[in-house]
Structures are given as structure tokens and as C-alpha cells.
């Protein structure tokens, strides 16, 4: 499996790529811009973008959409039922699916948006908004912060601190790190 | 990528080491190993998903090389020379890193987080997007660097220079500071 990553300096926003060792099929994760650099990393690998996973529907994160299902007849998959009128499979937390041999699991992340999700796949925590390095996701008000950060707690942090987190914005970190530094979860004093 | 071996000894949970089977404080022959590999790395030029945790890398030559989805957790770096190289996702978190260059550097989406960093340098590098959170540096300098998008949350910093970097969208929230330069930079683009 190859992880490949695309940072948009427009929206300031992460774009991945999932795919096989070899040419085929790829998950798209995130397309907060499709941009002439993002296709050639996806053409470079040899790679058809056939999935589209979406963390959630903020245009930051998705305004590449449209674009490209033009250039591949990718199927979206988030936490909606649909995305400015593109039709989505529904997922909710706990949901696995397998997408042409690549196992991906839902986490449920409500807080920064009501059906935000992240997408576990093997040790790779994509959490778009929800959780970056150091910081989590804006919320609209209090409850929102509070229930942001209970699932991360939750749902992220308590998994194996050998998982990688791969977010919407910013470096990647590990859930061993974001236990400890992140000051919005507690952690260790300087 | 990025999968984890566990070293192969019943109840020890580090990860392997290498292709060896075991975590770096189980191997038998760790003089021989890091002798065979000191040569198989100071002779190859890209390196993808070489994973090396917990190892002791003393006096290695990495100079203008390219590591992609590397890791490097929590190793101890002495010594090593990483100039002008290229990383793209790697990942050196909670190792201690000493005496050691990574001037000229071409840095993606790394992460140091948790490191002990001491009489480095990051000097002339272009370091987007990188995670040192909660570091412990000291005598250590980033000058001349462009840091845009990386984080240095909840980290110490002591006798550390970042002379004429750029700073924009660095965030240094909850961190302790002594002694720490920031002359020539654009540190009002920095979150504090």
C-alpha cells in the first residue's frame, strides 16, 4: 500500500492518496482542491481514482469533487447522504468497508460538524478537521467542542499509540504524541 | 507502509528493527548490524519505508539522500549528517537527536514530536509542514528556514534560533521559551 500526500496552498488543505503497490485502483481522501499537481502525483503512480472518501462536507475539504468525478468515475463515501447534490454512500461509525482489497473503518467524530467522520486505514488515522497536530477542529459552540473532544477521546486516542494521524490540516502526528502534547486533551505540562 | 513489526521476543511490544525480526534492544549483534547497515545506507541514495526505531545511529553520512515514509522513532542520532537531503512523511518523534545537520534540507509532512534536540541544525531549509511538538531543544538553530505550516506546541525551547526564517502560520502555542531568537523573521505571522 502507498500513501501518497498533497498539500493545497489555496485552502491550505491535505489531500491523500491511498493506493496498491502497483498501478490500479486508488482512494481519494479529502479533495479540498484538484489541482495539476494532485493529478500528476495520481497519473505519476499510475493510479484511477475509483473512491472518494469526504471526512466531512466543508467546501475546504471537498471543492475538488467536481473535478474530478469529470476524470474518474469515483464513488463518494462520507458521513452524508449527499454532498452539493453528489450522491454518497452512507457511512456511519463502526462501518468497515473493503475497497478493492484496501479495508477502511469508520470512526464517528461528531463535534467540528454533525457526521464528520475519519477513516481508519491499517495504522493511518485520516481525521480531517476533527483532530490535527495539537489542536482539534472549531466547533460552533460549546456542546460542540465537548462532544469533539469526547469522541476523539474516545473513539481515537484510545486506540493503539503506534496509529498514525493523517489530518485535514497540518503535520502528521500519532495518537502516542496527541495524548501528550495536545493541550486541548490534557496531556503532559511543559 | 508504515506497518509496524513487533519485535519478535515473547511480552516486549517495541517495534522491530529493520529486517531483523527484533526490536534494537534484543538484537544479539547490534555492532554488526549497525556496521553492515552503516554501509548499505551510506551507499544507497532513496530510501523508502526504511524503518530503523529505537536504533543508535552514530556518525552517519545521509547527505543529499531521499527518504520517503521513513522511520526513525525514537532513535538516538549523533553526529549524523542529513544536509541537503529530501523527506517526505518521516518520522524521527521521541528520539534524541544530537549534534547533528539538517541544513538545506527539503522537509514535507515530518515529524520530530516529543524529540530531545541538542547542538543541531536545521539552518537553509525548507520545512513545511512539520510537527515538532512538545520538543525539548537546545543550542539548536532553524535560521535561514522556511517553517510555513509547522508546529512547536506544548515544546521547551532554550538558546534557539529561527534568525530570518519564515514563520508564517508556525504555531508555538503553550510552549516555554528562553533565550530564543526570532531577529529578521516574520513572527507576527506566527501564532504564539
Known sequence: MKLLFHFAYTNFSNTYVVGPEEPGN?????????????????????????????????????????????????????????????????????????????????????????NSLAYKINNMIFTGDALSAGTVGSTVHNIAEELNIKSIREKILSLDESNLIFPGHGPPSSVKIERRFNPFLGGESV | MFETKLCGVDGCGNPAFYNT???????????????????????????????????????????????????????????????????RICFFDFSTIDSCTFKKTDMQSCVFAGSHISHTNFGESEMLHVNFNGIQCKDTHFDDSDLYFSRFIKSRLEEVGFTDCNLKAVKYSNSNMNNVSFKYSNYEDAQF
Do not use: W
Open chain 2, 21 to 87: 525480526g527484533k526490536c534494537f534492544n534484543h538484537l544479539d549483534n547490534q555492532e554488526e548490524v549497525m556496521e553492515s547497515l552503516k554501509s548499505m545506507l551510506e551507499s544507497r541514495q532513496t530510501f523508502i519505508d526504511l524503518s530503523l526505531p529505537g536504533g543508535v545511529l552514530e556518525s552517519f553520512d545521509f547527505s543529499r539522500k531521499h527518504f520517503y515514509s521513513c522511520n526513525f522513532s525514537g532513535t538516538r542520532l549523533k553526529n549524523c549528517s542529513f544536509d541537503g537531503s529530501l523527506f
Open chain 1, 26 to 114: 486508488a482512494i481519494l481522501i479529502d479533495p479540498g482542491v484538484m489541482d495539476i499537481q494532485l493529478l500528476d502525483l495520481i497519473e505519476y503512480h499510475h493510479y484511477y481514482v475509483k473512491y472518494i472518501l469526504a471526512t466531512h462536507a466543508h467546501k475546504g475539504h471537498i471543492n475538488g469533487m467536481g473535478t474530478i468525478r469529470k476524470i474518474y468515475k469515483a464513488d463518494l463515501y462520507s458521513g452524508s447522504e449527499s454532498i452539493f447534490d453528489v450522491p454518497s454512500h452512507r457511512l456511519q461509525h463502526g462501518d468497515r468497508i473493503n475497497l478493492d482489497g484496501i479495508e477502511v473503518e469508520a470512526i464517528g467524530v461528531p463535534g467540528h460538524t454533525g
